[in-house]
């Protein structure tokens, strides 16, 4: 068989050769025809764009035979490595491409017709549906890509777009870890075929050999140097995925390291490999026979190589504790010139009480760990309830979970989640109604949007659901409905 042979045009044939793929390739045999077919489908890889290109490429056949629009919806700080895997295919298919990273140039884009693939993150998305600039056509609704939605912020639920794609829309999934993503799969892509592999455990004697060093995606090229100050390796190959970055990274690489060498296929003996992209499990293996290893890792693929390889070893490179010491001493500077210019009076009433009951220092040294760590909030007493027009019954409203019967979920299993890793008194929780796809749960109305941001994201029954208030009357496909304005 050949490229022909799986629904591919002769131009994206060429592009998928040129970027290193054969027509004898797994996922190219697997998902190339069945997306170009416009069949939905549940794709897992290794956490780097370049392995989604084959099924790309079946999805731009359809695309370029007078398909509709692509969607592809990821993480945003994965943009850039998004636009660059679409880029190629979408250029050898004659289609016109948009990368989105705000909604304002993208509606004028997506309003005139100017865009067959766009590639967002999902706010942009939802931002162009909510200013109607995405017109959903039943006969003819737009393909959607989700990559790695198991990376997305709770704020990135792109379900409102999803209800309005009707059951005939293709949805490509692709995940670097399908546990994660089993509720979505269950909710929209539940008859669609899966290929790929989860990442399965090394050995002990690979992971033995093998070190990361976390570096975002657009800064490897230029860490592969002070990488090999710190190691100072006799003999070093440098691995990438495909043909192509290996003659444009080799070419840059050899201006400043002459003895080092690019390889995109199986790595030659060498004291140490550097994986610039992310392998397989399979491709691991022979790297860390033909030599030490070490991953560049961005920081959204860290639990992929820790569920692959754990218990590896890690590196840091000079500069990034530097970084850190020079942010310190600016942060010095600022607090200093803020106490030389004299304490705000309103922050000194604030923190008196604290003074007497403890130390200064221990003060302040909280008040720095709450400024300068995102993750961490000074507690705020929630605001009283309003006055109600009945006596003191609270007001409540209902907070819609995704999941229900079929994921065999209890009212036991939301009470315990809410009292135990939300911190909800048991007294504040009301009815609960379990329906076939989600669950309502009646929930103290002042409180409503903090429970919802806190319950999104867990794991319930082994899924990890999504939760949001519920705004009107839960709606039949699963999700809350809106009120009409």
């Known amino acids: 068989m050949g490229f022909a042979d799986y629904h591919l045009s002769a131009p994206l044939a060429a592009a998928l050769q040129a970027l290193g793929w054969q027509d004898t ?3 190219v045999r697997e998902t190339a025809p069945s997306a170009a077919r416009g069949h939905s489908l549940l794709v897992t890889t290794p956490p780097s764009a370049r392995y989604a ?7 731009f056949s359809r695309c370029a035979a007078g398909g509709p629009i692509t969607l592809l919806a990821c993480p945003e700080s994965s943009l850039h490595e998004w636009a660059a895997a679409v880029a190629p295919l979408a250029q050898a ?4 491409f948009h990368m989105a990273a705000g909604a304002s140039r993208a509606a004028r884009r997506t309003k005139a017709g100017g865009a067959d693939v766009l590639v967002a993150p999902p706010r942009v998305l939802l931002a162009l549906q909510r200013r ?4 959903i056509e039943p006969e003819a609704p737009p393909q959607l890509v ?3 939605p198991e990376l997305f912020e709770p704020e990135d639920d792109l379900e409102p777009l999803m209800q309005d794609l009707p059951k005939t829309a293709q949805h490509i999934l692709i995940t670097t870890d399908p546990n994660a993503v089993q509720s979505l799969v269950q909710r929209h892509l539940w008859k669609a075929p899966a290929f790929g592999d989860a990442p ?8 033995k050999r093998v070190r990361t060093v976390v570096v975002p995606w657009d800064q490897r090229a230029a860490a592969i140097p002070a990488l090999l100050e710190v190691l100072d390796p006799a003999t070093v190959a440098i691995w990438v995925a495909d043909p192509a970055t290996e003659v444009a990274l080799g070419a840059r690489i050899r201006c400043e ?3 080092a060498s690019t390889v995109s296929g199986d790595a030659p003996p060498a004291d140490l490999i550097v994986a610039y992209d992310l392998p397989s499990a399979e491709r691991l293996e022979q790297l860390a026979a033909a030599g030490s290893v070490v991953l560049m890792v961005p920081p959204l693929a860290a639990p992929y190589v820790g569920r692959m390889a754990p218990g590896h070893g890690s590196l840091r490179l000079p500069g990034v504790l530097e970084a850190e010491k020079s942010e310190a001493a600016t942060r010095r500077t600022g607090i200093a010139q803020a106490i030389e210019a004299g304490p705000p009076g309103g922050a000194l009433l604030a923190l008196a009480p604290l003074f007497e009951r403890y130390e200064p220092t221990a003060v302040a040294a909280a008040l720095y760990q709450l400024w300068t760590q995102p993750g961490e909030r000074a507690p705020v007493p929630a605001p009283a309830a309003p006055a109600q027009p009945f006596g003191d019954i609270p007001a409540t409203a209902k907070l819609w979970v995704g999941i229900g019967k079929k994921d065999n979920v209890t009212a036991n299993d939301l009470v315990a989640t809410l009292t135990r890793e939300v911190r909800v008194d048991r007294a504040d929780i009301g009815k609960i109604d379990i329906r076939e796809l989600y ?3 009646e929930l103290p109305a002042r409180d409503i949007e903090r429970i919802g941001r806190a319950v999104n994201g867990l794991t319930i029954k082994k899924r990890r659901v999504t939760a949001r208030v519920d705004r009107g009357r839960a709606g039949r496909t699963g999700g809350p409905s809106r009120r009409a304005d």
């Open 257 to 259: 390291i002459p003895e």
């Open 146 to 148: 989700l990559a790695w």
């Open 439 to 441: 669950t309502l749960v």
């Open 25 to 27: 390739d797994r996922l």
């Open 93 to 96: 298919a004659g289609l016109s």
């Open 132 to 135: 109607s600039a995405l017109k």
């Open 200 to 207: 399965r455990r090394l050995t002990d004697a690979v992971c």
């Open 53 to 59: 290109v084959p099924t790309l490429a079946g999805l």
